[in-house]
Nanobody, 126 residues
Framework: QVQLVESGGGLVQAGGSLRLSCAAS????????MGWFRQAPGKEREFVAA????????FYSQSVKGRFTISRDNTRNTVDLQMTSLTPEDTAVYYC???????????????????WGQGTQVTVSS
């Protein structure tokens, strides 16, 4: 059974930075596709970033490209999301996700993932 636990959320002023971390158990992140999604109040959950398998290719939504960086810490078995230049539009609950098998087949969509963390709240004040 794969379990994902996010941490690192909080309240930050616009222009600030936060680093989210997703601790995985039952899955070796260095070999697995992993993703981050977010859901703002009243909106659908949306793709933020993903990192692909052993090669570690990264993918970002247009809204965060250039500001967010997804990475893996193989020692800690975590997937991290470094967020910079935050704006109030980044306010959301952020979720970590893993596919059923190690390959997703659809990195940018919710359908490509099976396991989800409980989410961590990020609030950006103006």
């Amino acid at each position: 059974q794969v379990q994902l636990v996010e941490s690192g959320g909080g309240l930050v002023q616009a222009g600030g930075s936060l680093r989210l971390s997703c601790a995985a158990s039952g899955r070796t992140v260095s070999r697995s596709d992993m993703g981050w999604f977010r859901q703002a109040p009243g909106k659908e959950r949306e793709f933020v970033a993903a990192i692909g398998g052993s090669a570690g290719a990264t993918f970002y939504s247009q809204s965060v490209k250039g500001r967010f960086t997804i990475s893996r810490d193989n020692t800690r078995n975590t997937v991290d999301l470094q967020m910079t230049s935050l704006t109030p539009e980044d306010t959301a609950v952020y979720y970590c996700a893993a596919p059923y098998a190690e390959r997703s087949g659809a990195l940018r969509t919710m359908a490509g993932y099976h396991y989800w963390g409980q989410g961590t709240q990020v609030t950006v004040s103006s």
